[in-house]
């Protein structure tokens, strides 16, 4: 079992900028990808961006590309999203998420566990 814990979210002007972290524990000893997720209100979940275990390989939504930035340190346990030019279409719960593999993972089906989320807003 993985237990993960964002944290980071707030309220942000749009061009602003903010980092959520996902900080994990319990079998943390095996090799795992980890991935940002969203859910605006009415929306479903989309794919936001995904690290593989060794924090080598990244993959972003279109949408987040070259605003985001995803990281790891494997010594903390800890996985980062680093948000900047925010939009107000950015505006989502945002859930980090494990899943035991070596490599990219875009589908949120795959993965093995879940945060509980972190609400972002981006005011107009």
């Known amino acids: 079992q993985v237990q993960l814990v964002e944290s980071g979210g707030g309220l942000v002007q749009a061009g602003g900028s903010l980092r959520l972290s996902c900080a994990a524990s319990?079998?943390?000893?095996?090799?795992?990808?980890m991935g940002w997720f969203r859910q605006a209100p009415g929306k479903v979940r989309e794919f936001v961006s995904t690290?593989?275990?060794?924090?080598?390989?990244?993959y972003y939504a279109d949408s987040v590309k070259g605003r985001f930035t995803i990281s790891r340190d494997n010594a903390k346990n800890t996985v980062y999203l680093q948000m900047n030019n925010l939009k107000a279409e950015d505006t989502a719960v945002y859930y980090c998420?494990?899943?035991?593999?070596?490599?990219?993972?875009?589908?949120?089906?795959?993965?093995?566990?879940w945060g509980q989320g972190t609400q972002v807003t981006v005011s107009s």
């Open positions: 998420a494990a899943v035991y593999s070596d490599y990219l993972e875009t589908r949120g089906l795959k993965y093995d566990y």
């Open positions: 319990g079998r943390t000893s095996s090799s795992y990808a």
């Open positions: 690290i593989s275990w060794s924090g080598v390989s990244t």
